[in-house]
T-cell receptor, first 115, second 114 residues
Framework: AQTVTQSQPEMSVQEAETVTLSCTYD???????LFWYKQPPSRQMILVIR??????QNATENRFSVNFQKAAKSFSLKISDSQLGDTAMYFC????????????FGKGTSLLVTP | EAEVAQSPRYKITEKSQAVAFWCDPI?????LYWYRQILGQGPELLVQ????????DSQLPKDRFSAERLKGVDSTLKIQPAELGDSAMYLC????????????FGQGTRLTVV
């Protein structure tokens, strides 16, 4: 079974600063996908960014980027120019090809952006 | 913008009672998931449907939980009898069929069993 570990239960960052959220995973698969999802308070979970394991280039979506280290099984999320609206729970998730495309989530990191 | 609809948003029920949750996925999404999210933890898959067929229900406590998606569209998750440990957020998600397709989540149903 795949496990996804997020070792930072809570983090805080000041507005306009940069913050990095950590995620490690354990799998014997060679082909899989990794995701970061954001869950704002009392709102639905939304996709932030995704990364295909076979791609060496790190994914980027505006202020959000990942550092994907396949050998180390590490998948961190960097948020640049943090905004108050980035305050949320962030979940790292793993998907393997033969899992029926279900997501396997970590326990999450609570991010607070302060003025 | 299309969304996954869930109802009710909140439910309080007494231990040993029956409770049901409803989910309407985004139109055209063949895959539907039910996840359970205990406070402070990540969502855990309970059951996954492809159209009206169950793909994975290995983590569904089948002695008390049941799920159906009769016409391959909306879905119902039922718990009978509810236990105190079932208190959690129940999330429904849907996606187009296929590899690496984005899962869209509903706002969830917050269940409290007293």
């Amino acid at each position: 079974a795949q496990t996804v570990t997020q070792s930072q239960p809570e983090m805080s960052v000041q507005e306009a600063e940069t913050v990095t959220l950590s995620c490690t995973y354990d799998t014997s698969e060679s082909n899989y996908y990794l995701f970061w999802y954001k869950q704002p308070p009392s709102r639905q979970m939304i996709l932030v960014i995704r990364q295909e394991a076979y791609k060496q280039q790190n994914a980027t979506e505006n202020r959000f980027s990942v550092n994907f280290q396949k050998a180390a099984k590490s998948f961190s999320l960097k948020i640049s120019d943090s905004q108050l609206g980035d305050t949320a729970m962030y979940f790292c998730a793993f998907m393997k090809q033969d899992s029926g495309y279900a997501l396997n989530f970590g326990k999450g990191t609570s991010l607070l952006v302060t003025p | 913008e299309a969304e996954v609809a869930q109802s009710p948003r909140y439910k309080i029920t007494e231990k040993s009672q029956a409770v049901a949750f409803w989910c309407d996925p985004i139109s055209g999404h063949a895959t539907l998931y039910w996840y359970r999210q205990i406070l402070g933890q990540g969502p855990e898959l309970l059951v996954q449907f492809q159209d009206e067929s169950v793909v994975d229900d290995s983590q569904l406590p089948k002695d008390r939980f049941s799920a159906e998606r009769l016409k391959g569209v909306d879905s119902t998750l039922k718990i009978q009898p509810a236990e105190l440990g079932d208190s959690a957020m129940y999330l429904c998600a849907s996606s187009l069929q296929g590899w690496n397709t984005e899962a869209f989540f509903g706002q969830g149903t917050r269940l409290t069993v007293v």
